[in-house]
């Protein structure tokens, strides 16, 4: 389990957290929601030691991070940040690879070759191995970076907005194989989106930050509503639920004036 005790992150006087406190247990999918520039990247930075907190603690069952041995406490997170550039001379597979930097040597060994082709094979992007990365699109690029970060066996795995650059099929391969290997690997994972209808339908927990604070926490079912969304994003959304229970957010159009929405023209061609 990750656990955040009392956490405050500033940069000068703009407070991203606010004496937070959660706990990410393991097995579970953590999706956190919230309006950009409220500090959720930056969270992701403090659990991996890459960003020291002004006061509080991150512990990982039960063991505090400790900034002079956080290389060691890295060791078991796979971290995929927001930014999908790949500016670097090299395959897809060396970058896969890399995800097992701690591992390489000037000799590759066959075991280590063979699980990053089956980490490619089992996202469907196999055929892509020997490519400069250079040449990848957006999407591909994405995909590749969550290879790599597969390829670490974390026992955390903290991805940042790792669907953004996806199409539709690209993102369900994407999040049911983090679901699957979620459950099956006994990992704490934990992603930060935008869409809160992936969200609603991924996470086991969902966690909404705003203003430096944890407005809300649990299951998306249980605190996904108009109100909430208003809070949060100020718009007025409708929130329905599917068969099993999953809320989906839709925001209408809001219309100019003068203007007739383009549902509307389709019926009145239909019905003269
Ligand atoms: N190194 C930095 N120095 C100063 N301010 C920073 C730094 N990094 C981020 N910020 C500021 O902190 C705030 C939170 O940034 P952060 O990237 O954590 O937001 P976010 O919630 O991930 O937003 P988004 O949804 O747009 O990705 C922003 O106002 C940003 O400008
Ligand atoms: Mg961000």
Redesign the pocket.
């Known amino acids: 389990m990750l656990e955040v005790r009392d956490l405050s992150l500033a940069?000068?006087d703009?407070l991203?957290a606010d004496r937070l406190c959660f706990q990410l247990e393991a097995g579970k999918t953590h999706v956190i929601i919230?309006?950009?520039?409220?500090?959720?990247?930056?969270?992701?930075?403090a659990l991996f030691g890459d960003?020291r907190p002004q006061s509080g603690e991150v512990l990982f069952d039960g063991e505090c991070l400790d900034y002079r041995h956080v290389a060691q406490w890295r060791q078991r997170f796979s971290y995929m940040p927001?930014d999908i550039r790949l500016d670097i001379g090299l395959t897809v597979l060396e970058v896969v690879l890399l995800g097992r930097l701690g591992a390489l040597s000037l000799k590759l060994k066959d075991p280590l070759i063979e699980a990053a082709l089956e980490a490619l094979e089992q996202i469907g992007l196999l055929h892509l191995a020997y490519r400069d990365v250079r040449t990848l699109s957006g999407g591909q690029c994405q995909m590749i970076l969550f290879a790599q970060a597969l390829m670490r066996s974390p026992r955390v795995l903290m991805l940042?907005?790792p669907v953004s650059a996806l199409d539709l099929h690209f993102q369900q391969v994407l999040l049911d194989h983090l679901d699957q290997q979620t459950h099956r690997q006994h990992w704490v994972s934990v992603m930060?989106l935008?869409d809160l209808n992936l969200a609603a339908q991924y996470a086991d927990n969902l966690l909404v930050?705003k203003g430096g604070r944890l407005i809300a926490e649990g299951a998306p079912a249980a605190i996904l509503n108009p109100e909430l969304v208003r809070e949060v994003y100020g718009v007025s959304a409708e929130v329905a639920y599917d068969q099993q229970g999953i809320p989906f957010v839709r925001t209408p159009r809001r219309g100019r004036s003068g203007h007739v929405a383009p549902a509307v023209q389709a019926r009145s061609v239909l019905t003269g």
């Not at 919230?34 to 930075?45: A, I, R, V």
């Open positions: 940069f000068d703009l991203l919230g309006p950009n520039g409220t500090g959720k990247s930056s969270l992701l930075k960003l927001q940042d907005e930060i935008h930050l």
